[in-house]
């Protein structure tokens, strides 16, 4: 049975071809048995993914502290931060699943991506107070949705539904790539509103366009975990199940934060 998941298929077939070259005899002509993979458990990946999410907010909890004490300080952990989560990112899109399945580079993902949420946070509920708790609500809460509406067969992941969001997906990252470049030059694109002037009707789409790929990324994920089990996968790869998880709610927070500080204004 094939999946839907590309990411899936190539991890199967690259367990398919370690059995088929393991070796069938040891020394002296003696028969050795394959070496048993313990495999990943739906528990293995709760268990990291909260880790990672611990770790993001210890990080993030950092950068928030020092930003009125220090804010010098406070930027170059946001730059560094910036740098490390755009690096993983980078790496999981050209293929470099293997890194993910070590807890070293998940974990580096997590603290850096803390690091520039932490500062991002700060200039947010400084601009409009209580708006940090009511993102993190609305994402918790989204993300838990969309894991009952997957539990309960409401929505499924599909060729085409896969197709339509790597998709949008790559767009996205286009788009954020393209504003961040002109940005450094100076330009401004008008895609996101810092709150100097209204909200314009591309603006509004941008934010809600994102929230919404961000909500229904998780399918992927839950069918990924889903099907990593049934085949049994190996355990390292909860790894990679609980970046992914990651980087999706670190996305929708981010997406969410945007949308309420528009709805604020």
Not at 143 to 148: E, R, T, V
Not at 168 to 182: D, E, K, Q, S
């Amino acid at each position: 049975m094939r999946s839907n998941n590309t990411a899936l298929n190539q991890m199967l077939q690259s367990q398919s071809h370690q059995h088929q070259m393991a070796p069938e005899y040891g020394q002296y002509g003696q028969m050795t048995a394959p070496p048993q993979v313990q495999p990943m458990t739906l528990d293995d990946v709760v268990i990291r993914t909260a880790g990672l999410l611990v770790l993001t907010g210890v990080a993030g909890a950092i950068t928030w502290t020092l930003v009125p004490i220090n804010p010098g300080a406070a930027q170059g952990l946001m730059f560094l931060g910036m740098i490390i989560s755009i690096g993983a990112m980078l790496a999981s899109w050209i293929g470099s699943g293997k890194l993910f399945a070590n807890p070293v580079v998940p974990s580096l993902y997590a603290a850096g991506a803390g690091f520039m949420l932490g500062g991002i946070s700060y200039g947010y509920e400084f601009a409009y107070s209580g708006i940090v708790i009511q993102a993190v609500i609305a994402t918790f809460g989204t993300f838990f949705g969309m894991a009952l509406l997957f539990k309960a067969k409401v929505v499924r992941n599909s060729p085409r539904f896969t197709k339509f969001m790597i998709g949008a997906g790559i767009g996205i990252a286009g788009l954020l790539l393209i504003n961040l470049v002109t940005s450094l030059f100076g330009m401004n694109l008008g895609l996101f509103n810092d709150g100097s002037t209204n909200v314009t009707l591309i603006q509004w789409a941008i934010a809600l366009f994102f929230v919404g790929w961000g909500a229904f990324s998780f399918i992927l994920d839950f069918d990924m975990v889903e099907q990593s089990v049934r085949y049994g996968a190996p355990k390292n790869q909860a790894w990679v199940a609980a970046f992914g998880m990651v980087a999706g709610l670190i996305f929708l927070y981010l997406s969410i934060l945007r949308l309420l500080s528009y709805l604020r204004q």
